[in-house]
């Protein structure tokens, strides 16, 4: 029986379930997921799924990440809602190619752990399963393992196995709606132009699972655990001389603007710290922020490609400032001027949780 996989959440409960009702079927794993938005999401959830399989002594193929074929099939029907009529087109695409990975390796009949996800639904997934059984000639096999204290069941073992819990079903138009219901920040989108790895972000998580892999191979007990803090997004900054001047600028993680525009000029400088006369804004230059962080940048685009890490920025923050908990903007320049500046800092700071890894 092959088995088209979407996430470990509800394929490692799903598989065992099989493993037990089906003992004399060899169960492969299909992982065909072009829906999945951004590709770092995808590679995650592919990651834990391959955790999940190996650990189940399950076989695990995987489909082609096809999303732009995805995005044509889907096209018009961006605004529906979840269980709508994107789900069922999606459900097709991906039940077909699962029914062609079928036939080409031999199987006759096929499944998904699409049927124990609480957001899906079983009429919908039965329905179009049926479906392409009478064009394709390929069963499928509408099990129920929801009901009965299922969900309950799978989220046992979700923690028991520390499972990768995926917080939307990995559509962009799905998550859009979810977190404008929620009012939160899509921070998933987020992807800097240095590349530097964001708290709480899709990149983070992976590279914290990649690392679980290896202490799992290397026979390391670990936890993970989930722990809250105060999240923080910049989306757009300047600083202008005059009207139309842009000058190179960085401005340190964690820098505010409450109402985003500052102008005004440098007031008087104390310990290699410039004082604005506005908001509370302090300035350095570049070569200060290289003595604080022992780098060598000599231009400030080179610290916008390819900025420290946010914890070396957070002690320049503290001894700026001397303070952990500082919000006011910190913002650097090659060199500092007498004349008047203005700023535009867009930024977010929010409540978040994010996961960490904690070795035993």
């Not at 490692?12 to 999945?36: R, S, W």
């Not at 044509?72 to 190619?97: H, M, S, W, Y």
């Not at 004082?275 to 570049?286: A, G, Q, V």
């Not at 700023?343 to 996961?355: A, H, N």
Request: hydrophobic share 35%.
């Amino acid at each position: 029986m092959l088995v088209h996989i979407c996430c470990s959440v509800d394929s490692h409960f799903f598989l065992e379930k099989l493993q037990h009702d089906y003992p004399d079927e060899k169960l492969t794993g299909f992982f065909y997921d072009p829906n999945i938005h951004p590709y770092s999401e995808y590679q995650l959830r592919l990651l834990d799924v391959e955790r999940s399989c190996k650990k189940l002594g399950i076989d695990l193929l995987e489909g082609e990440y096809d999303y732009e074929n995805w995005l044509q099939a889907v096209r018009g029907l961006e605004n529906e809602p979840e269980k709508g009529a994107r789900c069922e087109v999606c459900f097709d695409k991906r039940f077909i190619t699962s029914a062609k990975k079928a036939l080409e390796i031999g199987e006759n009949k096929i499944t998904t752990t699409l049927l124990v996800s609480p957001l899906k639904s079983q009429e919908q997934l039965k329905r179009v399963g049926d479906a392409f059984h009478a064009k394709h000639g390929v069963e499928f096999i509408a099990v129920d393992y929801r009901s009965g204290g299922g969900t309950q069941d799978q989220s046992r073992v979700t923690k028991e196995e520390q499972l990768y819990r995926q917080d939307y079903c990995g559509c962009i138009f799905g998550l859009t709606m979810q977190r404008d219901q929620q009012d939160k920040l899509m921070d998933e989108m987020f992807s800097p132009i240095s590349n530097a790895t964001l708290p709480a972000s899709i990149e983070e998580r992976l590279a914290m699972y990649k690392r679980r892999m290896e202490l799992e191979d290397a026979g390391v007990e670990y936890k993970i655990i989930r722990e809250k803090f105060l999240n923080y997004r910049q989306l757009n900054f300047k600083v202008t001389e005059g009207k139309n001047k842009v000058l190179p600028a960085y401005a340190l993680s964690y820098s505010t603007l409450p109402r985003k525009k500052a102008q005004g000029k440098i007031e008087f400088e104390s310990q290699n710290v410039h004082y604005f006369n506005r908001e509370e804004i302090k300035f350095i230059s570049l070569d200060y922020f290289n003595e604080l962080c022992q780098t060598q940048y000599q231009e400030i685009h080179e610290l916008i490609f390819n900025p420290p890490s946010l914890e070396k920025e957070l002690k320049i923050r503290e001894i700026i400032s001397g303070s952990n908990y500082d919000l006011s903007p910190i913002i650097v320049l090659k060199s500092l001027l007498d004349t008047k500046l203005d700023i535009y800092l867009d930024t977010k700071t929010y409540e978040d949780v994010k996961e960490k890894l904690i070795i035993l």
